[in-house]
């Protein structure tokens, strides 16, 4: 099963568009983890318990895992193999690209050491920096077109008319070959992300901004499915992991996941 379908099937089953961030900083978790021999672990595993029926995929931001070491990314390494026996689909943010050679190691490193279903990555070298991404036919491949950061209209905007984010949109549904790429756009630019849907057709989105950066959560579930409600994937991570800091945090995630998937199914077929 490819990512693309590990998705949909995963979207259809949980009845979701819903990602959750497991984006682990260990100063922000119950105490009561600290004291375990993975911390890390421990707290993923007690959300995605949690959550698992609530989603169409997890998204951890290997920052987070990298700041700890080596414990950190065995810690991620485990995560995944958590996710994956449940086949819910793993999207590692880690907005990988250089040169050839290089980026092959980053692939390797995504797909073959982490075992990700999908990563991001960053289009600004071009084609040849993505494409050993990309032949990694199962996998899937979202490329930065529009980021949620207040700099993002520093570069992505330039262009006039034709800016070069809608540039990016349009290389990518180019270079589609296998089926296999997808986009990243910002919940904070919802008029944007209505035009690049337009572009992009069927190509799943990925929609982080949700929450803790302010994102609309109506606006970016509408402007970011394709005609028949689905390829959205929006992404939210400390509003729901860190939505209590106490012994009950792991069922106040799943409460708060709960809200936040029934809300985007409000939203998905408005038009």
């Known amino acids: 099963m490819n990512f693309l379908e590990k998705l949909d099937k995963t979207a259809k089953l949980n009845n979701s568009l819903l990602s959750i961030g497991l984006d682990v900083d260990l ?35 290997i920052a987070f895992y990298e700041m700890y070491g080596t414990y950190g990314l065995e810690s991620l390494i485990k995560t995944i193999e958590y ?26 490193s995504a797909f073959e050491v982490y075992k990700a279903d999908a990563v991001t990555v960053n289009p600004y070298l071009g ?72 572009i992009a057709g069927d190509i799943p989105i990925l929609i982080p901004g949700i929450g803790a950066q302010g994102g609309d959560l109506q606006s970016s579930v509408k402007g970011g499915v394709n005609k028949k409600g689905d390829r959205a994937i929006i992404n939210v991570s400390r509003s729901i992991i860190y939505s ?23 939203f998905r077929y408005l038009g």
């Open 83 to 108: 996710i994956s026996a449940d086949n819910i689909p793993v999207i590692l943010d880690a907005k990988r690209s250089d040169i050839g050679s290089s980026s092959q190691a980053y692939a390797k």
């Open 127 to 198: 084609y040849d920096s993505l494409e050993p991404f990309i032949e990694y036919k199962e996998k899937g491949i979202f490329v930065l077109c529009l980021t949620s950061n207040p700099g993002s209209k520093d570069f992505q905007m330039i262009g006039g008319e034709d800016p070069v984010y809608k540039q990016v949109a349009r290389r990518v549904k180019e270079w589609n070959k296998w089926g296999n790429l997808g986009l990243v756009v910002g919940a904070t630019n919802p008029s944007e992300l209505k035009e690049i849907r337009t």
């Open 27 to 61: 100063s922000r978790v119950p105490k009561l983890f600290l004291n375990k021999d993975d911390p890390i672990f421990s707290f993923n595993k007690a959300i995605i318990d949690e959550t698992r029926d609530l989603v169409c995929a997890y998204k951890p931001n």
């Open 244 to 266: 209590s800091d106490r012994e009950d945090f792991a069922r106040s995630a799943k409460l708060f996941a709960r809200r936040l998937k029934d809300d985007i199914n409000s």
